[in-house]
């Protein structure tokens, strides 16, 4: 098993990444105060697999512990899924010193922690994310929130884990597709800081897309330890965090455009990546043999690398703009000079325009 640490200045955790450790979870919600209940909250693609058993080691250590189940699928981020947690909580009854165990994907830890963050004021908050995305990126920073019909994310807190666990092996029952949109992220952070992970992804290929947990374990150790790092620098994204974005401005555009329904977080990162790094090969001098390279990672990883169906310039423009990273109406972009070098920089609009074309079908 590793550890990562998380070094936020309140309230520093571990992140522990293994395969067949969900005891690791259940070991430390019975540590905290055993007459105080502990809700776990899921969706029903995992209560069964691996919630289940979460509740049922708590329980055997002689602390109270309760399921609640939220429908699966993005559509559940919402409010009133959120009031259901609350009636939930409220009926169990959880009290200050109760704790909220999200297992899941990025769905579960961004409802089940905007719960922790606001109910009683805030409780303790353990993520055990399940899916490959969550694992590498949703469940440590502390991002919580629920979307409103207005758009993504336009709720929430920051509200720190006190523990997240993070089992590979939970990733072996997980859709592929779900697998490559989380390997999508994996290929950021190479892209942002750590070149070795791109060869990394390169030569394990087969292994890694099999969910071997072997091989998929030091991606999510590799991916932590990055994302770990850039958090503590800048807990609540003022500055350097804002580089976690790469592939991001495009990305959170399309998904709007295509009103979330065509691609996977995931696949619209790869796109963005892809406009990303042509942008960077015209204004931040990457060299077009590391863009091609960049290309051709995603390809191998049935990863789109251009969108499949048109959508309006105009409208993924528009959509660009509204993003709440865009800052008085200039379009913010992470670009790379190479691998492991990134910054913010304004971009034109029109260079963007000229890059959409290209990916157009
Ligand atoms: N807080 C953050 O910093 C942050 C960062 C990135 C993304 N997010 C959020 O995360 C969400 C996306 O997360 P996601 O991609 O994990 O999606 P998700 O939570 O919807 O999970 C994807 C699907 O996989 C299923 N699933 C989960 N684990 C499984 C397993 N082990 N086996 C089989 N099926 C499994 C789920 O039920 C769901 O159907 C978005 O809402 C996004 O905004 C948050
Ligand atoms: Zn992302």
Redesign the pocket.
């Known amino acids: 098993m590793h550890q990562v640490t998380v070094p936020i200045r309140d309230a520093p955790y571990q992140v522990l990444i293994g395969s067949g450790i969900l005891d690791q979870a259940h070991g430390f919600l019975a540590g905290r105060p055993a007459d105080s209940p502990v809700a776990v909250v899921a969706?029903a693609?995992?209560a069964e697999?691996?919630a289940g058993e979460v509740r049922d080691g708590v329980t055997a250590a002689g602390r109270k512990a309760c399921l609640l189940l939220v429908p699966?699928?993005?559509s559940s981020?919402n409010l009133s899924e959120l009031e259901r947690l609350y009636d939930g909580f409220a009926s169990i009854p959880l009290d200050r010193r109760s704790t909220v165990a999200a297992v899941?994907?990025?769905?579960?830890?961004?409802l089940a922690g905007f719960a922790a963050a606001t109910y009683l004021r805030g409780l303790d908050l353990v993520q055990i994310p399940?899916?490959l995305?969550?694992q590498v990126?949703?469940s440590i920073?502390g991002?919580?929130g629920v979307n409103l019909l207005q758009g993504?994310?336009l709720v929430g807190a920051f509200h720190q884990p006190r523990l997240v666990v993070a089992d590979v092996a939970?990733?072996r029952?997980?859709?592929p597709r779900?697998l490559r949109?989380g390997l999508a992220e994996v290929i950021k952070y190479g892209v942002i800081a750590d070149p070795a992970l791109l060869e990394q992804l390169a030569s394990e290929r087969d292994a890694i897309q099999r969910a071997q947990p072997e091989a998929v374990e030091g991606l999510v150790v590799r991916s932590c330890q990055i994302k770990a790092e850039v958090v503590a620098a800048d807990e609540r994204e003022t500055g350097r965090r804002a580089i976690l974005n790469f592939g991001h401005t495009l990305a959170h555009a399309l998904e709007a455009a295509t009103v979330y329904h065509e691609y996977l977080?995931g696949e619209a990162v790869a796109i963005g990546m892809v406009a990303a790094a042509r942008l960077s090969c015209r204004l931040s001098g990457m060299s077009p043999e590391v863009s091609r390279q960049l290309e051709e990672l995603l390809r191998s990883y049935d990863l789109p690398v251009a969108l499949r169906t048109p959508v309006d310039p105009a409208r993924l423009m528009e959509a660009a703009r509204r993003d709440k990273k865009a800052r008085g109406g200039a379009l913010t972009f992470v670009l790379a000079r190479s691998p492991g070098d990134v910054d913010l920089f304004q971009v034109d609009e029109s260079r963007v325009l000229e890059v959409l074309e290209e990916l157009m079908p």
């Open positions: 969706d693609n995992v697999r691996y699966p699928g993005e981020k899941g994907g990025g769905v579960i830890g961004d399940t899916t995305l969550a990126d949703a920073g991002k919580t993504k994310n939970t990733l029952t997980l859709p779900e949109s977080h």
